[in-house]
């Protein structure tokens, strides 16, 4: 049916996932507990998808169904809306009410509010069972209608005075058809363009998408009602389409099929959490390694083996440490660039393994693998972090006293520090400080590359080293905070605050845009104050790469996944193979 092969293209549709309204719904019950009086409860579902909903009752959000005649805490209002009486009557009850409606849903129950005080009567073009209707029809004061097609609305009686809306997610085209029929048959009628541009752009992609994807998949809860219409417009295209939950739903569907197709469309309803959209890609991604033999098989599997160990990330910033050393014209790096491959390795396994939930939403598998192995990881975690101390020892009192200070600094990142006396600190461990993470290892790659070498080979550092160590700590801030991006949604999920997080996707994506702008000219420029050497016109290549890289992933080439990070990572081994191939041809050494 279609063309086989491994490389499979997946396309992401941009506007896949969390729209405006359901993403202030639960930054608002994520923020709740710690703002607002407890129990913190949603009435009804906040949104239409169960990952969502377990993950806030593990944050101790619960759902309330029917409303007490007394009770207490906070109660959210879902993001779809409920009629005006329910809002009153737990106000009576003595919660306290905080209203996470869309802010489109809400501009629709002003029209009809508006219009309903003036004997109107208002007809909603939408599922009469779904929770925005319902509460849609609470503020048409006993005048509300509900048509779902052309039919149900030529069966409704013809009205002096009437007005039109459709529900927030309704599909465009039906609305359409609506309107031109209004137009004929009842043009007295007032109609207002009520659907939600996200829902236009969301279903407009879909169509496009069609058009250059072999299969489209379409990911969402099984009650979100703009899931199913992405699922009904993608099916009128011709082409072929599902509606999957999750990446496990992939299991229901016909391996064969979905690996003969040459391109995949992804696209996801409003109420669809980024990390469930990167597991589907993610496992379609593995897919062709799952069901075909061949060589790209067994260099997946130790592809993803070196990243789930930590065993790549360390012999990059292993790399890393010897371009450093030989950009500062020094010939004793053996020890340095051991140190730095056993501390990352320790540090980053550590890290992991006392992550908590971060690595269930950021990568499931790797979790997974943690969990399996925690053990075995542990004791090589241990063994390396020992293995780099001593070898620091031997060098010097210096090199020593700093890395044994950042081991701490490591261990306890995760670990509560503050006294339960002290309690009202906003800060209790070195995690909670917001973007502590992203700043500690830049700067302990870079303290690592240039000034434990520096220290052992001049006993201080000099101005000239700034250079070097701007631009390594630059690269590994790059590195660092671009993770944070691709992890962004769900390190909001489990409370975490990285710079992403305080800055936006954004904002973050264009600081790094900018400090590699700055970064490119470092380099040469240490090489005209004649503070590095010449390789470092060659390394300048470093912080081009990434901003193809970054490219890539803006224009959505390049998708989240192993692959991604392996080639973010490559960065710093291929600064390493340069420095090593090119130390002795191509550059003078510092005179």
Same mark, same amino acid.
């Given at each position: 049916?279609?063309?086989?092969?491994? =490389?499979?293209? /997946?396309?992401?549709?941009?506007?896949?996932?969390?729209?405006?309204?359901?993403?202030?719904?639960?930054?608002?019950?994520?923020?709740?507990?710690?703002?607002?009086?407890?129990?913190?409860?949603?009435?009804?579902?906040?949104?239409?998808?169960?990952?969502?909903?377990?993950?806030?009752?593990?944050?101790?959000?619960?759902?309330?169904?029917?409303?007490? =005649?007394?009770?207490?805490?906070?109660?959210?209002?879902?993001?779809?809306?409920?009629?005006?009486?329910?809002?009153?009557?737990?106000?009576? *009850?003595?919660?306290?009410? &905080?209203?996470?409606? #869309?802010?489109?849903?809400?501009?629709?129950?002003?029209?009809?509010?508006?219009?309903?005080?003036?004997?109107?009567?208002?007809?909603?073009?939408?599922?009469?069972?779904?929770?925005?209707?319902?509460?849609?029809?609470?503020?048409?004061?006993?005048?509300?209608?509900?048509?779902?097609? /052309?039919?149900?609305?030529?069966?409704?009686?013809?009205?002096?005075?009437?007005?039109?809306?459709?529900?927030?997610?309704?599909?465009?085209?039906?609305?359409?058809?609506?309107?031109?029929?209004?137009?004929?048959?009842?043009?007295?009628?007032?109609?207002?363009?009520?659907?939600?541009?996200?829902?236009?752009?969301?279903?407009?992609?879909?169509?496009? =998408?069609?058009?250059?994807?072999?299969?489209?998949?379409?990911?969402?809860?099984?009650?979100?009602?703009?899931?199913?219409?992405?699922?009904?417009?993608?099916?009128?295209?011709?082409?072929?389409?599902?509606?999957?939950?999750?990446?496990?739903?992939?299991?229901?569907?016909?391996?064969?099929?979905?690996?003969?197709?040459?391109?995949?469309?992804?696209?996801?309803?409003?109420?669809?959490?980024?990390?469930?959209?990167?597991?589907?890609?993610?496992?379609?991604?593995?897919?062709?390694?799952?069901?075909?033999?061949?060589?790209?098989?067994?260099?997946?599997?130790?592809?993803?083996?070196?990243?789930?160990?930590?065993?790549?990330?360390?012999?990059?910033?292993?790399?890393?440490?010897?371009?450093?050393?030989?950009?500062?014209?020094?010939?004793?790096?053996?020890?340095?660039?051991?140190?730095?491959?056993?501390?990352?390795?320790?540090?980053?396994?550590?890290?992991?393994?006392?992550?908590?939930?971060?690595?269930?939403?950021?990568?499931?598998?790797?979790?997974?693998?943690?969990?399996?192995?925690?053990?075995? &990881?542990?004791?090589?975690?241990?063994?390396?972090?020992?293995?780099?101390?001593?070898?620091? $020892?031997?060098?010097?009192?210096?090199?020593?006293?700093?890395?044994?200070?950042?081991?701490?600094?490591?261990?306890? $990142?995760?670990?509560?520090?503050?006294?339960?006396?002290?309690?009202?600190?906003?800060?209790?461990?070195?995690?909670?400080?917001?973007?502590?993470?992203?700043?500690?290892?830049?700067?302990?790659?870079?303290?690592?590359?240039?000034?434990?070498? *520096?220290?052992?080979?001049?006993?201080?550092?000099?101005?000239?080293?700034?250079?070097?160590?701007?631009?390594?700590?630059?690269?590994?801030?790059?590195?660092?905070?671009?993770?944070?991006?691709?992890?962004?949604?769900?390190?909001?999920?489990?409370?975490?605050?990285?710079?992403?997080?305080?800055?936006?996707?954004?904002?973050?994506?264009?600081?790094?845009?900018?400090?590699?702008?700055?970064?490119?000219?470092? =380099?040469?420029?240490?090489?005209?104050?004649?503070?590095?050497?010449?390789?470092? %016109?060659?390394?300048?290549?470093?912080?081009?790469?990434?901003?193809?890289?970054? #490219?890539?992933?803006?224009?959505?080439?390049?998708?989240?996944?192993?692959?991604?990070?392996?080639?973010?990572?490559?960065?710093?081994?291929? *600064?390493?193979? %340069?420095?090593?191939?090119?130390?002795?041809? %191509?550059?003078?050494?510092?005179?």
């Amino acid at each position: 049916m279609f063309k086989k092969g491994y =490389l499979m293209k /997946i396309i992401i549709a941009k506007t896949a996932g969390f729209c405006m309204g359901v993403r202030r719904a639960v930054e608002m019950a994520l923020d709740a507990p710690t703002k607002y009086c407890h129990p913190i409860y949603t009435y009804g579902p906040l949104i239409h998808n169960p990952q969502v909903i377990e993950l806030l009752q593990k944050k101790g959000i619960f759902l309330l169904h029917e409303i007490p =005649l007394q009770g207490s805490g906070t109660v959210l209002i879902r993001a779809h809306g409920v009629p005006p009486e329910i809002k009153e009557r737990l106000k009576k *009850a003595g919660f306290n009410v &905080l209203d996470a409606t #869309c802010q489109r849903v809400i501009r629709i129950q002003s029209i009809i509010s508006k219009y309903a005080q003036k004997e109107y009567a208002s007809i909603i073009i939408g599922n009469r069972e779904h929770p925005e209707v319902i509460g849609l029809l609470g503020y048409a004061m006993d005048k509300g209608y509900v048509a779902r097609t /052309i039919e149900e609305l030529e069966a409704l009686p013809r009205f002096e005075q009437a007005i039109i809306v459709a529900q927030s997610t309704q599909n465009t085209h039906l609305f359409e058809d609506v309107k031109q029929w209004i137009a004929n048959k009842h043009p007295h009628y007032k109609i207002f363009e009520t659907i939600c541009d996200s829902t236009e752009r969301r279903q407009a992609e879909v169509m496009r =998408l069609a058009e250059s994807v072999d299969v489209i998949l379409v990911v969402g809860g099984k009650t979100s009602a703009n899931t199913q219409r992405l699922l009904e417009i993608a099916e009128k295209t011709g082409k072929i389409a599902f509606k999957i939950e999750t990446e496990s739903d992939l299991d229901r569907l016909d391996p064969e099929m979905l690996l003969s197709a040459s391109s995949i469309g992804i696209s996801a309803g409003a109420s669809t959490p980024n990390w469930v959209i990167k597991k589907v890609s993610r496992a379609l991604e593995e897919l062709p390694y799952k069901h075909k033999h061949g060589w790209r098989t067994p260099l997946f599997i130790v592809q993803r083996f070196l990243l789930f160990t930590n065993i790549y990330v360390a012999l990059a910033a292993g790399f890393l440490s010897y371009a450093c050393i030989k950009l500062m014209d020094m010939n004793h790096y053996l020890p340095f660039v051991l140190i730095t491959i056993l501390y990352v390795h320790s540090m980053h396994t550590l890290n992991h393994l006392t992550g908590g939930q971060a690595d269930f939403y950021n990568d499931p598998e790797r979790a997974a693998f943690y969990q399996k192995y925690k053990l075995s &990881l542990s004791y090589l975690a241990a063994c390396s972090g020992g293995a780099g101390l001593l070898i620091a $020892y031997y060098i010097g009192v210096w090199p020593f006293t700093i890395l044994l200070a950042m081991s701490i600094m490591g261990l306890s $990142y995760n670990l509560r520090l503050v006294p339960e006396k002290f309690s009202w600190l906003p800060y209790k461990k070195i995690k909670d400080v917001p973007g502590s993470k992203t700043f500690l290892i830049a700067f302990a790659w870079g303290v690592l590359a240039t000034i434990l070498p *520096a220290l052992a080979a001049n006993s201080n550092v000099i101005w000239f080293d700034g250079f070097v160590f701007t631009w390594a700590t630059s690269l590994v801030f790059v590195r660092t905070v671009f993770f944070d991006i691709l992890d962004i949604q769900e390190d909001r999920m489990v409370g975490k605050e990285s710079v992403t997080i305080l800055l936006g996707e954004k904002r973050s994506l264009w600081l790094l845009f900018m400090l590699l702008a700055i970064l490119i000219p470092i =380099l040469p420029l240490g090489i005209l104050l004649k503070a590095i050497t010449p390789l470092g %016109f060659v390394l300048t290549l470093c912080p081009i790469y990434i901003l193809v890289i970054l #490219c890539g992933y803006k224009s959505r080439y390049l998708l989240p996944g192993i692959r991604l990070k392996f080639l973010m990572d490559t960065q710093f081994v291929m *600064a390493g193979l %340069f420095s090593f191939f090119l130390k002795s041809r %191509f550059y003078l050494p510092l005179s």
